[in-house]
């Protein structure tokens, strides 16, 4: 199995993706998203993880970044990640999967909800980094980021904590439709300077919209490349 780090660099973060998808990935990708995915299981902490038997990628970014919504858009179902997560809600490492797909997909819990209780919030950073330290199935975590503000200092100690853990990361903007497209220039700009500071960063932020489908193409190929090249 070759290192989940692989592909991580801090170097040119650019707009356009260092490795252009061929028709087979993109093509391997939907393939991917169009099988029944289903729940598997919620983890409160680490000792209800599933077993490391397979790989995963991961999605974690702030409350209301539009998580759910990218991971239902992406595996084309409506009901798959709960459409809204509301402050206080129990923290769950949820896993989604698909019998021969060999895959999980993560949905982390939100954070930087400025309500949510201080011990529920240290509780919540235990669980993470203990994760995303011990997991040597995860193959990347895509950060999600609100196109509308771009990185937030949440986002930056989230960053922190994954170059801590050498876990390869990707930053995905959400909700692309809500904004111009000067400003989302603007704002992939920011993103793509915010990122550079950080090791594991990987270089190509994909710009997504649940509501238009842009990007979607980009970030399945990405995960079926992940997932051929842990295979190869
Ligand atoms: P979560 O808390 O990160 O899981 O966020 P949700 O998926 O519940 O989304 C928060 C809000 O943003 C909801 O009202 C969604 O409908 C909206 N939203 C999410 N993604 C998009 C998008 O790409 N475009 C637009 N216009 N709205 C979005």
Sequence with gaps: ????????TARG???TNPDTHSAEDVEAGRLLFTRAWTFSRGSPGLDHLPPDDRPEVAFAGRSNVGKSTLINALVGQHALARASNTPGRTQELNFFTEPDAGLYLV????YGFAEAPKDKVAAWNRTLRAYLAGRRTLLR?????????????????IMKLLDGAAVSYQAVLTKADKISRTDLERVTERTIAALAKHPAAYPHVIVT????GAGFEDLRATIAKLLTSQNA
Excluded: C, N, Q, Y
């Design 1 to 8: 199995m070759a290192s989940r780090r692989s592909g991580s």
């Design 107 to 110: 949905d982390m819990p939100g």
């Design 13 to 15: 973060v650019t707009m």
């Design 141 to 157: 975590v895509f950060l999600l980021i609100d196109a509308r503000h771009g990185p937030k200092s949440v986002d930056d100690e």
């Design 209 to 212: 919209s649940a509501e238009t």
